[in-house]
């Protein structure tokens, strides 16, 4: 997952941007059996979630476990730059055009590994105004600013503004060493070659 300095150097001077939103991505990882009964609960008899629930510490971790090979490889493939953050891709390129042609690309690929995309939730219209984690990036001339609604929240609350720049700088993701991702790469690396053939850069 990348914070709000990450997004600042990966952003170029005049990119245009579009963004996927995933539907319900926590619930497209399947627990495993051992593992179920810390996450039953009790109503009418006893049941259990079979995919990852909400809210549990670890699940933003999981999922962008799950999408990290995805995205490495759609990298590799084409000339776009790939910000994610849990159920959330932006995708950039200086050419408008070959940013919207590889958004359609991207889409199917996401559906092809199990992915919904949310439609109310994603901007497959290239733009150089796009709203990600909690602020308004003008890609036309490199500026950022927090939304309306989080502005007035800091302007009456200085402290949550110190707490919520805390949390952001100093967030960082661990790799869990238990996942054994070979063969799940491997089979990802095949997959996307077929869907992304090697690219001649922009038409």
Same mark, same amino acid.
């Given at each position: 997952?990348?914070?709000?300095?990450?997004?600042?150097? +990966? @952003?170029?001077?005049? !990119?245009?941007?579009?963004? *996927?939103?995933?539907?319900?991505?926590?619930?497209?990882? =399947?627990? #495993?059996?051992?593992?179920?009964?810390?996450?039953?609960?009790?109503?009418?008899?006893?049941?259990?979630?079979?995919?990852?629930?909400?809210?549990?510490?670890?699940?933003?971790?999981?999922?962008?476990?799950?999408?990290?090979?995805?995205?490495?490889?759609?990298?590799?493939?084409?000339?776009?730059? +790939? @910000?994610?953050?849990? !159920?959330?891709?932006?995708? *950039?390129?200086?050419?408008?055009?070959?940013?919207?042609? =590889?958004? #359609?690309?991207?889409?199917?690929?996401?559906?092809?590994?199990?992915?919904?995309?949310?439609?109310?939730?994603?901007?497959?219209?290239?733009?150089?105004?796009?709203?990600?984690?909690?602020?308004?990036?003008?890609?036309?001339?490199?500026?950022?600013?927090?939304?309306?609604?989080?502005?007035?929240?800091?302007?009456?609350?200085?402290?949550?503004?110190?707490?919520?720049?805390?949390?952001?700088?100093?967030?960082?993701?661990?790799?869990?060493?238990?996942?054994?991702?070979?063969?799940?790469?491997?089979?990802?690396?095949?997959?996307?070659?077929?869907?992304?053939?090697?690219?001649?850069?922009?038409?």
């Amino acid at each position: 997952m990348h914070d709000l300095n990450e997004v600042k150097q +990966i @952003i170029r001077l005049g !990119d245009w941007s579009t963004s *996927l939103g995933l539907s319900s991505a926590i619930h497209h990882l =399947i627990v #495993q059996a051992e593992s179920e009964p810390y996450l039953a609960f009790e109503f009418q008899n006893h049941y259990t979630y079979r995919a990852m629930p909400f809210g549990t510490k670890h699940s933003p971790i999981y999922i962008t476990t799950e999408t990290e090979p995805i995205i490495q490889q759609i990298n590799m493939k084409t000339e776009i730059r +790939i @910000i994610n953050y849990i !159920d959330v891709i932006l995708l *950039l390129h200086q050419n408008k055009k070959y940013l919207k042609n =590889i958004t #359609q690309k991207v889409i199917e690929t996401m559906k092809y590994f199990g992915f919904t995309i949310n439609t109310e939730k994603s901007k497959i219209e290239p733009k150089q105004t796009v709203i990600f984690l909690g602020w308004e990036w003008n890609l036309a001339n490199t500026t950022v600013k927090t939304k309306p609604k989080k502005r007035l929240l800091f302007l009456h609350d200085p402290y949550n503004m110190r707490r919520w720049i805390k949390t952001e700088t100093e967030m960082t993701v661990k790799k869990n060493s238990q996942i054994n991702r070979k063969t799940k790469l491997s089979k990802t690396i095949i997959s996307i070659s077929f869907m992304f053939p090697e690219h001649n850069g922009p038409s």
